[in-house]
Nanobody, 127 residues
Framework: QVQLVESGGGLVQPGGSLRLSCAASGRTFSSYVMGWFRQAPGKEREFVAAISSSGDSTYYTDSVKGRFTISRDNAKNTVYLQMNTLKPEDTAVYYC????????????????????WGQGTQVTVSS
């Protein structure tokens, strides 16, 4: 079992920045593919970014490329999402997710493939 706890959300003005963190329990964090997803009111949950268990591979949805950066620190069992140049359309509840995978460089984008989810953290971009 893996427990995930997100933090770092809040209210920010357009053009501002936030860094989300997701702390994971357990001793095998380094074998998990990690992903960030978001869900805005009235919309389906959507993929934002993912990072392989090794940290060598990352992938982003087009709308956040060049603005968001996913990273991980396996020694701290934590994955991060640095969000810059935030826009009102980035407003959503952000969730991190984990999937145990045998391949060190695999990326997973489909939410149904992830085994574990955090409780979410609200990000609001508004002036």
């Amino acid at each position: 079992q893996v427990q995930l706890v997100e933090s770092g959300g809040g209210l920010v003005q357009p053009g501002g920045s936030l860094r989300l963190s997701c702390a994971a329990s357990g001793r095998t964090f380094s074998s998990y593919v990690m992903g960030w997803f978001r869900q805005a009111p009235g919309k389906e949950r959507e993929f934002v970014a993912a990072i392989s268990s090794s940290g060598d591979s990352t992938y982003y949805t087009d709308s956040v490329k060049g603005r968001f950066t996913i990273s991980r620190d396996n020694a701290k069992n934590t994955v991060y999402l640095q969000m810059n140049t935030l826009k009102p359309e980035d407003t959503a509840v952000y969730y991190c997710a984990a999937l145990n995978h045998f391949s060190a460089n695999t990326i997973v984008v489909a939410p149904y493939e992830y085994d574990y989810w955090g409780q979410g953290t609200q990000v609001t971009v508004s002036s």
